[in-house]
Nanobody, 127 residues
Framework: QVQLVESGGGLVQAGGSLRLSCAAS????????SGWFRQAPGREREFVAA????????YYKDSVKGRFTISRDNAKNTVYLEMNSLKPEDTAVYYC????????????????????WGQGTQVTVSS
């Protein structure tokens, strides 16, 4: 009964910032890799960022490098995605995901390798 709950989405102007949170509850492993994915209407879900279970490794989609930062607080079972310099093309539903059955290395961009998913939070960037 693991649950991942995203929050922090909203409507912002281009150039603005948002911080998304993903809180995990239930019988999730104490250490797990995490990722953020997004899906725009009519588009396929795409990888955005990932972070290793210990937080020592991070991975980003090229288009968000330098703008987005993924982090985690394992004591709170929470993963964050700080988004800066937002662009209209960042508009999408953002989903967090957890991978508890292995390491992220080499698989961080693969949605199907994640075990649990949140319900998504809408991010809309206006211009």
């Amino acid at each position: 009964q693991v649950q991942l709950v995203e929050s922090g989405g909203g409507l912002v102007q281009a150039g603005g910032s948002l911080r998304l949170s993903c809180a995990a509850s239930g019988r999730i492993a104490s250490r797990y890799g995490s990722g953020w994915f997004r899906q725009a209407p009519g588009r396929e879900r795409e990888f955005v960022a990932a972070i290793s279970r210990g937080g020592g490794s991070t991975y980003y989609k090229d288009s968000v490098k330098g703008r987005f930062t993924i982090s985690r607080d394992n004591a709170k079972n929470t993963v964050y995605l700080e988004m800066n310099s937002l662009k209209p093309e960042d508009t999408a539903v953002y989903y967090c995901a957890a991978k508890t059955n292995g390491y992220l290395s080499g698989t961080y961009y693969r949605a199907w390798d994640y075990d649990y998913w949140g319900q998504g939070t809408q991010v809309t960037v206006s211009s």
